[in-house]
């Protein structure tokens, strides 16, 4: 499941978790904030085309602003000390991420409206994407499956299969786990567990940039 020789292997359990939190936050802006992804932006991107075109129940300004939002998060995160290690900002990205969820999970519980719930959501994803992507950890990322699950049907089985598999049902526990949580308390619930997992990535990413690097490349890249 670890990519063999992959410098950044360590952080394999953390873009796991993240994965699931990205099921968890999609699960809350889906169900709870008008039909709008903040993780997911390849079906933001078609929820937009169909709200332009006039389908009932989607929102082209939500999918705008959360993919803005997500944009604006992706471009802080890739521009934030470019040149530092990847390993060194694993916990302060997330440490952002939690923060931006703090301040939508304040939002929803003050009652002020779907966009000031939105806009933080969209931008810790893109912030998450970024760091993933900064990471490169083969077939880990966090949010989007469809290459993963090509890479499953195409490529024949090996070391890269399990950790395919696993990301893709992450992401499925994730939305089914927020879909019980939002039947039960509501987008705050969803939103709380998020945060508490994201918080959790903070506390052992500190400790996993220190260990040593498992290689310099090269291993297991897998398909991207």
Known sequence: MFPEGHRYARFVPLLFALTFVSGLVDAASFLGLGRVFV????????????????????????????????????????????????ARIVAPVAAIQALLLAAALTCQAAGWGRYTVLVPLACGMGLQNALVHRLGVPDLTTTVMTRTLTGLAVDRPGSATMRRAVSVVTLAAGAYTGGLLHAGLG????????????????LVARRRHEEPAGGQGGGDRGSP
């Open 39 to 86: 993780a997911n932006m390849t079906g933001n991107v078609v929820f937009l085309g169909f709200a332009l075109w006039g389908a009932a129940q989607l929102s082209a300004a939500a999918s705008a602003v959360a993919l803005l939002g997500f944009l604006a998060g992706a471009f802080a995160g890739g521009a934030w000390r470019r040149e530092e290690e990847p």
């Open 187 to 202: 987008v705050e619930g969803v939103l709380a567990v998020a945060l508490g997992l994201v918080l959790t990535v903070v």
